[in-house]
């Protein structure tokens, strides 16, 4: 693994916790480490910088990295690990938007084969 440091593997714990984690994990899983933290705070830029669409222009990854790394100051999170995030958030909600493109799309043309049968304009909502 590149990163070791990114979490603590559940058969290394001292005081294990009764969550879930450890009781399914029998000491191979890793727990969360700071790096949840993180991703919850990139999750909130994201979502902050993007809002329900996607942003275009140039280093949006970078532009968010940098948001993202002046709130955590007393992280050894690796920018590298940190940009792997971003761009896999990105993905899922262009993923999330395609989707929602085809069933507009989907919607359309029914409703335009409806319309040529019944002769009237079907609305959609």
């Not at 590149?2 to 984690?21: A, C, F, R």
């Not at 993180?38 to 970078?62: D, L, R, S, T, W």
Request: net charge positive.
């Amino acid at each position: 693994n590149k990163y070791n440091h990114l979490g603590t593997s559940t058969e290394m714990v001292v005081n294990p916790q009764n969550d879930w984690i450890n009781h399914i994990s029998k000491g191979k899983l890793i727990s969360p480490s700071e790096l949840l933290e993180v991703a919850k705070i990139m999750n909130e830029e994201f979502q902050n910088y993007h809002g329900n669409f996607i942003q275009e222009g140039p280093g949006i990854f970078k532009i968010i990295a940098n948001k993202i790394e002046e709130k955590i100051i007393n992280t050894t999170i690796p920018r590298e690990v940190l940009l792997c995030l971003i761009r896999m958030r990105t993905y899922i909600r262009v993923r999330i938007i395609n989707k929602q493109i085809s069933a507009d799309n989907h919607k359309r043309k029914y409703n335009k084969k409806m319309s040529i049968f019944t002769n009237r304009r079907v609305t959609t909502k």
